[in-house]
């Protein structure tokens, strides 16, 4: 069993950053790949970014790309994302997941079946 516990979000201006941080359990966490998705009111669940379980990998929505970095610190069982430049478009819940095959993958997956584990979320809200 892995619980995965989110934390970092807020309310920001545009333009402005944020760090949302995942902490997880279990003891395999430097095998697993690990991503960030988000969902907007009214909207389907969508991918942001995911981070091979080496750290070596990163794969980025195109929405994203050049703003949001996705980084890992194995020795504290933990994901980040740092959100720069931020947009109201990027309004959502942010959920971080654990795909526990991830030492099979080169490349961390980005869909949203391919994940075994996810958070509770984190409410990232970005006023213009």
């Known amino acids: 069993q892995v619980q995965l516990v989110e934390s970092g979000g807020g309310l920001v201006q545009a333009g402005g950053s944020l760090r949302l941080c995942c902490a997880a359990s279990g003891r395999t966490f430097s095998t697993y790949a690990m991503g960030w998705f988000r969902q907007a009111p009214g909207k389907e669940r969508e991918f942001v970014a995911a981070?091979?379980?080496?750290?070596?990998?990163?794969v980025y929505a195109d929405s994203v790309k050049g703003r949001f970095t996705i980084s890992r610190d194995n020795v504290k069982k933990t994901v980040y994302l740092q959100m720069n430049s931020l947009k109201a478009e990027d309004t959502a819940v942010y959920y971080c997941a654990a795909d526990l095959e991830g030492r099979f993958h080169t490349t961390p997956p980005s869909r949203f079946n391919e994940y075994d584990y996810w958070g509770q979320g984190t409410q990232v809200t970005v006023s213009s």
């Open positions: 981070i091979s379980w080496s750290g070596g990998s990163t």
